[in-house]
């Protein structure tokens, strides 16, 4: 066990320095919330109501909302500046019967384990309170918070449990109760009896938690039949402090966004894609504009070969079949090109 706590009891003169351990834990078994369809965990992240945006850690105050609407925000400041006397320090403020403690005012309990140099002082007060069947009613600070608490004796060790404040423990109003109810002799002799006959000596060990078996059961079948999954696991995360999923999704979002404007306007996707001047518009010279120099039409026709579709093109030049077949042939003095895509 790790310690969570280190301080010192302090009764009278007597001071043991103690350690403080969690004497208690739930065993239950360890459940997340999934997305059904791939099995990703459900993140909670905390938004602000006002700007809608999520807000760091650093930047989460309390506050404390007054009768008449009014916010008092309070800081780390402001909580560091109360008053904790008893910050590290179990003080012990008196010793009380242990039958006058009642039980619906027990909280958390802890063990305490004394410091090598205070095994005398602690074995001391741990037989003066069995001796005198009484526990010690203390005061301590435990997660920025003062709680009042006693201490008791189990198994040779000293135990601190947490008690509730009186104002934590609400009042039971039922008026049922206040009717006037006759339970007759028969009856309650009847109730004794059967109280007779289930009494015994209270043994927690031979009580068992049947629903976390199983569920345990369930899960190892599942296991064992091999109906498991994966892990899945996060996006990495890339440049910019942005996942790597959340950049692809942007994108396929905004190709998708080009390509309905695109459709909107009767153009093709890959028509759209092409800069100002595109082959299409080099080869009719109907881009709205003036058409392209001869020089750059003749420069065209060096990057792609003519089609019998633009025999036109070779007929002009006088020369038919043969010039078109020509053209197809890299110039002389300058290696051939590699030849690109038109347009569709």
């Known amino acids: 066990m790790r310690a969570i706590w280190k301080g010192a009891v302090a009764?009278?003169?007597v001071n043991v320095p103690v350690k403080l351990y969690a004497a208690t834990g739930e065993h239950e078994v360890p459940l997340h919330q999934v997305h059904k369809k791939d099995g990703g965990r459900i993140r909670y992240k905390k938004f602000c109501s006002i700007e809608d945006e999520q807000v760091e850690?650093?930047?989460?105050?309390k506050g404390y909302e007054t009768d008449d609407g009014q916010l008092v925000v309070l800081t780390d400041e402001d909580l560091d500046r109360l008053p904790l006397a008893t910050e590290?320090?179990?003080?012990?403020?008196?010793?009380?019967?242990?039958d006058q403690v009642d039980p619906i005012l027990l909280a958390k309990t802890y063990y305490l384990e004394p410091?090598?140099?205070?095994?005398?002082?602690?074995?001391?007060?741990r037989e003066a309170l069995t001796s005198t069947d009484r526990m010690a009613v203390v005061k301590v600070a435990l997660r920025q918070r003062e709680s009042m608490a006693v201490l008791r004796v189990r198994d040779d060790v000293i135990c601190l449990q947490t008690l509730l404040?009186?104002?934590?423990?609400?009042?039971?109003?039922f008026p049922i109760i206040d009717q006037?109810?006759?339970?007759?002799?028969?009856?309650?002799?009847m109730?004794?009896?059967l109280v007779e006959s289930l009494a015994g000596d209270f043994d927690p060990s031979g009580f068992e938690d049947r629903y976390r078996a199983a569920l345990e059961e369930v899960i190892e079948q599942k296991v064992s039949s091999g109906r498991t999954q994966a892990v899945p696991q996060p996006e990495e995360v890339g440049e910019g402090g942005q996942q790597t999923g959340e950049v692809v999704d942007l994108l396929a979002a905004l190709q998708r966004s080009v390509e309905k404007a695109r459709a909107g306007r009767g153009e093709g996707a890959a028509e759209a894609a092409e800069p100002a001047g595109s082959a299409e518009e080099e080869a009719t010279g109907t881009s709205g504009r003036k058409a392209p120099a001869r020089s750059s039409r003749k420069k065209k026709a060096d990057d792609e070969p003519a089609k019998p579709a633009r025999s036109s093109r070779a007929k002009a030049s006088g020369t038919g079949t043969a010039a078109a077949k020509k053209a197809e042939e890299p110039p002389?003095?300058?290696p051939a090109r590699p030849r690109r895509k038109r347009a569709s």
């Open 115 to 125: 410091d090598r140099t205070a095994a005398k002082p602690y074995a001391l007060l």
């Open 332 to 334: 002389e003095d300058k």
């Open 180 to 189: 006037d109810v006759t339970v007759k002799p028969q009856e309650l002799a």
């Open 57 to 61: 850690y650093a930047d989460i105050a």
């Open 165 to 173: 404040w009186p104002d934590e423990v609400r009042e039971a109003d």
């Open 11 to 13: 009764f009278g003169l």
């Open 88 to 98: 590290r320090e179990i003080e012990v403020i008196e010793f009380v019967p242990g």
């Open 191 to 193: 109730a004794s009896s």
